[in-house]
């Protein structure tokens, strides 16, 4: 392996559904923003999601809330479900949920 270029993790996922442009714009962006974001890309309503290996805690943290906010199922992030990321409310909780527990109204 060369170590020039950097080793990735591939997350596919059902894409979410958006109800506005403003709605996906913000979606993306989000992606694009994330510590590991390498790549995305769509094959109908599937996105493959490619991040740098070993992905990051905050990475992981905002992938969880993402796709939460945008109830999509987190079973592809499992992966990601390691070390100190590994007891977050949001692996087991939607955000309302997770608000609830943290005592938020």
């Given at each position: 392996m060369n170590d020039k270029y950097p080793r990735l993790m591939d997350i596919s996922f059902d894409g979410p559904t958006f109800f506005a442009q403003e709605d996906e714009n913000r979606f993306f962006n989000w992606i694009y923003a994330?510590?590991?974001y390498e790549e995305i890309r769509g094959r109908g309503t599937?996105?493959?999601l490619k991040l740098c290996d070993p992905v990051d805690v905050d990475?992981?943290?905002q992938l969880?809330?993402?796709f939460r906010r945008w109830r999509i199922d987190v079973e592809?992030?499992?992966?990601l479900k390691t070390g100190?990321?590994?007891g977050h409310a949001l692996w087991e909780?939607?955000?309302v949920e997770a608000g609830e527990m943290r005592g938020d109204d």
């Open positions: 994330l510590p590991a599937m996105l493959d990475t992981t943290t969880l809330v993402i592809p992030l499992l992966p100190e990321v590994a909780s939607d955000l």
